[in-house]
């Protein structure tokens, strides 16, 4: 249970709990989350705003909710459709290809979610546990790396620890970037999505990692 919510004891009380977070997530795709108000998710969930408080102390309490929603669904996903299927044989760039268009996909997906989390815990970080980031972060830092080392054949880099690090910053910011604020500088500044995006990244993903160092 989540910082800031009450424990749920009757089916009732789970009922309206679920009708409350169906709501949140319907509202957070059409706006962000501070325009989002506590009369509003009560009326999409067609639940009294009492109801609201009695099960979440303030809107605050409702940011760890979301991320326990992405996170549901970051699981699920990577356990389905998420998962890349390397082949050694079509090699590295493809690899990478592959894999970037898959984060994108499961980022764009979720966006709206991560907008929210992402903005609000900057403001506020005491009301989302951290490590939960860093679990994210570690993890697709890990998938980074074992496609390095399944092509190590492939990467011209010297400092595998180095290029390891790039690879996986360049992997989450910028399309953390793109997907959470596309209307906003720099992500305007490439005004292409989707298959095109993460094509180009992944090619100069690869280029780097081809390029001997000095």
């Known amino acids: ?30 706006k962000p989350f501070d325009q989002v108000s506590v009369s509003e998710i009560a009326e999409r969930a067609g639940v009294a705003v009492g109801t609201v408080y009695r099960r979440f102390e303030n809107k605050d309490a409702l940011i760890p909710v979301i991320m326990e929603i992405y996170q549901a669904r970051l699981e699920s996903w990577q356990a389905g459709e998420g998962a890349v299927d390397v082949n050694p044989e079509e090699g590295l760039r493809k690899a990478l290809r592959a ?28 009301i ?20 390095l080392e399944f092509f190590s054949a492939e990467v011209k ?21 793109k997907a959470l604020y596309p209307e906003e500088q720099p992500a305007t500044l490439f005004p292409y999505s989707g298959k095109t995006l993460a094509d180009e990244f992944a090619d100069m993903l690869y280029a780097y990692l081809q390029l001997p160092e000095e």
């Open 1 to 30: 249970m989540s910082q800031g919510e009450k424990p749920a004891y009757q089916d009732r009380s789970r009922a309206a709990r679920e009708k409350i977070v169906n709501a949140l997530d319907a509202a957070l795709r059409e």
């Open 128 to 147: 989302c546990d951290g490590p939960e980031w860093k679990k994210y972060e570690k993890a697709a830092a890990s998938t980074v790396a074992q496609v």
């Open 99 to 126: 894999i970037m268009a898959t984060v994108w996909s499961g980022i764009a997906r979720e966006a709206h979610l991560l907008r929210a989390v992402h903005l609000y815990t900057r403001l506020k970080p005491e």
């Open 157 to 177: 880099r010297k400092n595998i620890k180095r290029a390891n690090a790039t690879a996986a910053y360049m992997l989450n910011a910028i399309f953390v970037e």
